[in-house]
């Protein structure tokens, strides 16, 4: 690292999040894997950006998460430069997780995610909500929920016109988990991401990911729109 | 609906590509689903796609650049040696090709596996488990991605 970029780093870390939420996460070492700012451009991080947590998650979901982790990357493809520690949130029986560091030939014999008391979990997660990075500005979401024929459509269109159900796992009608794995799964969407930084990811995912191994699309903005209401219908609870 | 997708698995592996498109267009389901749970299929959606006319592709090179771009994008489920064989594989309905195999590859020229990857599987009747990288990579990086294919299959169009 060259030493001007470590003195701006450091002059970054001490003086821009100086409220106890972020220095929570710093206690507790989320940093070691997880980049928590966007000024962090030099490491390989292990674990999924969480700079943007908080244009990202829902406050509720992160905090269950923090309290009982579950696995969202069944492959845990998400940054694949070495060197890179085997780091999952799965319990290594879950029979996806064999698939764990697919490029690397790794196998999914990993170390759980820290989780935390109530207390704890709560904090963290308000200093998760307060990252947040200056994203392109959001498309206003239509607020109308999508009749029984859009649903249809839209649903027709992940799993055939964009392909995305080939990497992402969702819920067939019959509420299934189906789909490939090399994208984090989509089942719990609609209680974990929120609807608005969905539009923005499918319009500008350069802005959260400088790569990423999901195609990118060109799609209208009522097209992002329903993909992103119809993700919201997605949601553990209807997992049968 | 039952009959098609019979043939559909009966023609993916051979020549009758006009068979296998129709079979493809006449299955209306998704590529994380189950064959029983077909018979929910919703209308088709129009096509974004473009005619596949027959015509001749510049030649390009594969270079490092082309292979780490095969394993970034491609090998999640192609696999790391394009035996068909990735991560996504064994969760999608209709298998990821695999690019080694010679007496398939010998029968697409290189324009339609240009068509194929730039396109997306729908667009040249196969199955739409195979998305379109064409907003994702320019045309030369394509090209040279199927050089690589005709690299891994060691093998030319007939």
């Not at chain 1, 390989?44 to 696995?71: R, S, Y």
């Not at chain 1, 560091?101 to 709560?122: C, I, K, T, V, Y």
């Not at chain 2, 999640?76 to 195999?101: I, M, S, W, Y």
Request: charged residues 20%; proline residues 7%.
């Amino acid at each position: 690292m060259k030493t001007s970029t470590f003195f701006i780093l450091i002059g970054f870390l001490l003086l821009a999040p100086s409220s106890s939420t972020a220095e929570i996460l710093r206690d507790k070492d989320c940093g070691s894997c997880h980049r928590l700012s966007v000024a962090e451009t030099e490491k390989n991080f292990a674990a999924p950006d969480l700079h943007f947590a908080g244009d990202k998650f829902q406050p509720a979901w992160l905090k269950q998460f923090l309290k009982n982790p579950a696995v969202i990357r069944p492959a845990v493809t998400v940054i694949d430069t070495p060197p890179r520690p085997p780091v999952t949130v799965a319990d290594a029986n879950t029979a996806v997780v064999t698939a764990a560091g697919f490029l690397r030939e790794r196998s999914g014999n990993s170390p759980p995610h820290p989780s935390f008391s109530e207390q704890d979990a709560s904090a963290l997660a308000d200093g998760l909500m307060g990252l947040k990075i200056s994203a392109p500005p959001r498309e206003s979401t239509v607020a109308a929920p999508l009749s029984k024929r859009q649903r249809a459509k839209i649903k027709y269109k992940f799993e055939r016109t964009f392909s995305c159900i080939s990497c992402h796992q969702s819920l067939n009608l019959a509420g299934k988990v189906r789909g490939g794995i090399s994208g984090p799964s989509l089942v719990n969407a609609g209680n974990r991401l929120r609807a608005d930084w969905i539009v923005s990811w499918l319009k500008t995912p350069e802005a959260y990911a400088a790569k990423s191994r999901m195609p990118r699309y060109e799609m209208d903005s009522v097209t992002r729109n329903q993909f992103s209401q119809f993700l919201m219908t997605l949601k553990k609870e209807n997992v049968k | 609906m039952k009959t098609s997708v019979t043939n559909m698995k009966k023609s993916c592996g051979n020549l009758f590509a006009a068979i296998t498109a129709l079979a493809v267009l006449a299955w209306g389901i998704g590529c994380g689903q189950s064959r029983e749970e077909q018979a929910t299929a919703p209308p088709p959606a129009q096509q974004e796609a473009e005619k596949v006319r027959p015509r001749k592709l510049e030649s390009a090179r594969v270079t490092e650049n082309t292979r780490q771009t095969y394993q970034w994008y491609c090998a999640q489920c192609h696999g790391a040696e394009g035996k068909g064989d990735g991560v996504n594989a064994k969760f999608l309905t209709v298998p990821p090709r695999d690019h080694t195999k010679v007496a398939y590859l010998e029968t697409r020229t290189d324009a339609q596996l240009f068509d194929a990857i730039k396109f997306g599987g729908l667009a040249v009747g196969r199955a739409p488990c195979m998305p379109a990288w064409g907003h994702t990579l320019d045309d030369d990086a394509i090209r040279s991605l199927v050089q690589y294919i005709r690299e891994l299959c060691q093998c030319e169009a007939l």
